[in-house]
Structure formats: structure tokens, C-alpha cells
């Protein structure tokens, strides 16, 4: 049997092994010279463990997010070899209510202690799971003094410890890209821009390639094209009856100078505001929405111009208006001169999800995640990742249903 695999993020790179590690020969696709080069690598990292979506009361987002979570280093331990806890995380994040937010302290204490109680339920039997980091404890509130030494308390009217991190998606695909080209089961096939999937003898995938169109056949086609899914989706009529956005995104990563105090790992909620990734050798990633987000789109693909890395004058405006709006609250970025960070990078991608409104609206779909993951016609796949965090789970899943249908492995 013989799968194609349409784009090489994290989520095809992902299904990739779960494939081959069942014995199945794949062919990957990019359309870019480079496997993960994309959203994957433009993102902040965070493993969500579900705290992020106190706007979806049903907690369905939540739950979804923790399998996903609990999944995703036994996954890169068992492709990697490495153990669950190796891989390198940020400090973990505390949650903050923003005065501005669109939820009280008190409803925010109420989620996070009902999301604990439902990752104790997932996690059981699973310890370690999580980076080897210990989920028993409940999250808890900040004394004043101490929300006082992090932040300025006239804007973060609440502060949580947590458990969830981050995981440096650099350093990720770095691994990956390795650990794919080794692999003999997996045929890469870069420069090669997915144009249609045809109902054949088997299915055809045609392709525009730098030596002109070509068409290769095989017995299942997984689209994990992200961004470019719905396109080729709607060639074979799978175009879905609901709105959807693209957002074009930046974020803004660095190196503190040495002896630089570290910040704090914080993520705002609930509503348009950002976080701080902290890493402990200095390490540092910011994103601040009203800065950072610099497109949207309701359109079958988002436009081609939107810049993964963007040139100045944008580039310096990311840069310098993201520093200075997050150093207004926490204080131990006050004194950092954008001109001397080290390692600076302004990256951005497309963010994919359900929804007519942006997070301002408390109301938005884009607050709740739940309806992703893979949908199957025939021998044709969709998988819809949601989040980094889902990717490698959705695989397992995705190859699990492959295999089954197949009798291989
Ligand atoms: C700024 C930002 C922050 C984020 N933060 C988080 C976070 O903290 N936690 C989290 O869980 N998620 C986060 N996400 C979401 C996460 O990055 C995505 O859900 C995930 O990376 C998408 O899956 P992917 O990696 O496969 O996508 P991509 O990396 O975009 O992979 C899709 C691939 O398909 C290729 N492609 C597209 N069209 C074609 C075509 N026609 N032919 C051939 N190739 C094609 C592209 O080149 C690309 O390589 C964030 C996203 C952004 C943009």
C-alpha cells in the first residue's frame, strides 16, 4: 500500500511516521523547498492542557486539548528516541486575568479548578506523560504581592500558576526534518505544489513540480495541507457548509541579554490580548494580538502575499509595538532596548478555525476548538490539526484508521 501525504507541517510530518512506523510507504509533499517551514515553525509552542478556553463552557475544547497534550511527548519520544522529559520546555505559564477580559477572576478561578479536575481524570495512568512534569497540583491563585513583583496589578487583576508549557518548535522540526530524511519508508518530495487529488483506479494527486505537471496514484491521500486544505478539498466537493477564518499572525522571539532577569511565562485571558514564553537559558517569545495580528481572511485560501517573515517597516513595527505594549504591564521587560536583543526573529503564519468573528467577540466560534481532527471519504483524508498541539495525536488516529481499513501493519 502506498499513501500521499499533502503537506510537510508538523501535522504531515507527523502521519509521516506514524505511517511508516506501521509499515506503510508514504510520499510527502510541500510545495516549499524545506519539510516544516510554515505555521509549524511560526508558532509559540504552548502544549495546551485547555486552560486557554474558558469562552467554551462546555469544556469541550478543553478536553480534546489534554488528549492531545498527553499525547504529544510519548509521541516525539517514541519517533526520537528520546525520554518524555528530554525535551526541552519553557518555564510554565501563569494565567492572567486582564482587567480587560472578557471573563471575572472569579469565573477564571472556577475553569481552571474544573480543567484540573478533568486533566486528574485524563492523566490518570498517564504520569509523566506531560514532559515528566507533575499535573497533581491544583492551580493556584498569586498572593498580591506577589502578582505585584511580575506585573503591574491595575492590569493583571488575577494571576494562576499552571502546569502547561512550551516546547521550542525550531528545535522541533530541526529534529524532525533529520529524523524524516532517515527514514526509508518516507519518500520526500519537496518543490512540489499540490494541485488536485482525482478519483482514479486509486487516487491521483497531481502536483506542479519544477520539471512541469506530474500525477502519481496510491491507495490512500491524506490532505494535511493546513492553510491550503479547503482548496483542494473543494475540487472533490468537500467544501464545508460553515465559515471559517484565516488569520495571519506574528510573533516575536529573542535571546535576553546574560544577566538579564528572566520574565515570567504569562498568558492573558480571556480575549485579545498575549503571552510571554520564557525559556530558562534567556530564550523569550512575545505576542500581543492587537500588534500582532495583521490578517484575516473568509477565503478559500488565505492571500499568497501574507509574509512568514515579514520586511520592514512591519517587521519593526511587530518588533517594537509587541516590546513595548507587553513592557507596560511586566516589568522585567521595561528596560530591554530592541536594538541590542540578540537573535531576534519576526515570524508569522495562518492560523485556521471556524468562525465569522474575531476574539473580540466573546462570542466568536474562534474561542471554541473542538470540531477538528480527521474526516474520512473513502480513501480520502482530511485532517483538520487545530492546534500544534493536536498534530501527533491526530496522527496516530488518521494512520490508525488507514491501517485498519487495509489490514497492514
Ligand atoms: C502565531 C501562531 C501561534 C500559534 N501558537 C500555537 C500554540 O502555542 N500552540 C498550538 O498548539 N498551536 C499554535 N498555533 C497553531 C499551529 O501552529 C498550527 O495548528 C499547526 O502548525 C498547523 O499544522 P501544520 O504544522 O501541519 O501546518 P503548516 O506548517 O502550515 O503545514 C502545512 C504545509 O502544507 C504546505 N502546503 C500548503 N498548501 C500546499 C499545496 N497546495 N501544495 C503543497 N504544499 C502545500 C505548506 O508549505 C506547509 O508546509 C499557532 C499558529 C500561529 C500562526
Known amino acids: 500500500m502506498r499513501v500521499g501525504i499533502l503537506g510537510g507541517g508538523l501535522q504531515g510530518c507527523c502521519l509521516a511516521l506514524s505511517l511508516a512506523e506501521r509499515g506503510v510507504d508514504v510520499t510527502l509533499f510541500d510545495r516549499n523547498p524545506r519539510l516544516l517551514s510554515r505555521a509549524a515553525v511560526a508558532n509559540e509552542g504552548k502544549i495546551h492542557l485547555g486552560y486557554m ?12 486539548m489534554m488528549r492531545g497534550a498527553l499525547a504529544f511527548a ?4 517514541r519517533h526520537l528516541g528520546l525520554a518524555t522529559d528530554s525535551l526541552t ?15 471575572t477572576p472569579d469565573y477564571i478561578s472556577g475553569y481552571l479548578a474544573a480543567v484540573h479536575a478533568l486533566l486528574h481524570e485524563a492523566s490518570e495512568g498517564k504520569r509523566g506523560a506531560y514532559f515528566g512534569r507533575d499535573l497533581a497540583d491544583q492551580p493556584r491563585k498569586w498572593s498580591t504581592e506577589q502578582r505585584e513583583a511580575q506585573f503591574d496589578p491595575q492590569i493583571a487583576v488575577a494571576a494562576f500558576d499552571t502546569p502547561e508549557v512550551a516546547i521550542d518548535p525550531v528545535a522541533l522540526a530541526d529534529m524532525l526534518r533529520d529524523r524524516l530524511s532517515a527514514d ?4 520526500i518530495r519537496l518543490s512540489h505544489e499540490v494541485l488536485s487529488v482525482k478519483d482514479a ?3 491521483e494527486v497531481a502536483v506542479a513540480t519544477p520539471d512541469g505537471v506530474l500525477s502519481e496514484r496510491f491507495d490512500h491521500v491524506v490532505n494535511a495541507l493546513w492553510d491550503g486544505r479547503f482548496a483542494i478539498n473543494e475540487k472533490r466537493g468537500l467544501l464545508p457548509g460553515r465559515p471559517w477564518l484565516h488569520r495571519l499572525k506574528y510573533g516575536v522571539s529573542f ?23 520564557s525559556y530558562e537559558d534567556g530564550l523569550t517569545y512575545l505576542t500581543w494580538y492587537p500588534v500582532c495580528l495583521q490578517g484575516i481572511s473568509d477565503q478559500i485560501a488565505p492571500p499568497a502575499d501574507w509574509p512568514t517573515y515579514p520586511p520592514d517597516p512591519l517587521r519593526s513595527h511587530l518588533l517594537n509595538g509587541t516590546l513595548q505594549a507587553m513592557a507596560q504591564f511586566v516589568p522585567s521587560l521595561r528596560n530591554l532596548d530592541a536594538g541590542k536583543l540578540e537573535d531576534v526573529t519576526v515570524k508569522g503564519g495562518v492560523i485556521v478555525a471556524w468562525g465569522q468573528t474575531d476574539i473580540y467577540d466573546p462570542a466568536s466560534e474562534l474561542h471554541r476548538r473542538f470540531e477538528i481532527g480527521v474526516t474520512s471519504t473513502g480513501c480520502f483524508h482530511s485532517i483538520d490539526p487545530g492546534k500544534l498541539t493536536m498534530a501527533p495525536w491526530f496522527a496516530d488516529v488518521c494512520a490508525d484508521r488507514i491501517v485498519g ?5
Do not use: C, M, W
Open 53 to 64: 478556553y474558558a469562552n467554551d463552557p462546555s469544556h469541550s475544547t478543553a478536553r480534546l
Open 74 to 77: 510519548p509521541f516525539f519520544a
Open 89 to 103: 520546555v519553557s518555564r510554565p505559564a501563569a494565567y492572567i486575568v486582564h482587567r480587560d477580559s472578557q471573563r
Open 184 to 187: 526509508r519508508r518516507i519518500d
Open 201 to 203: 483506479k486509486s487516487l
Open 255 to 277: 535571546r535576553l541579554p546574560a544577566g538579564t532577569a528572566l520574565p515570567p511565562s504569562a498568558t492573558f485571558i480571556s480575549g485579545p490580548f498575549g503571552e510571554v514564553v
Open 405 to 409: 481499513d487495509t489490514g497492514v501493519g
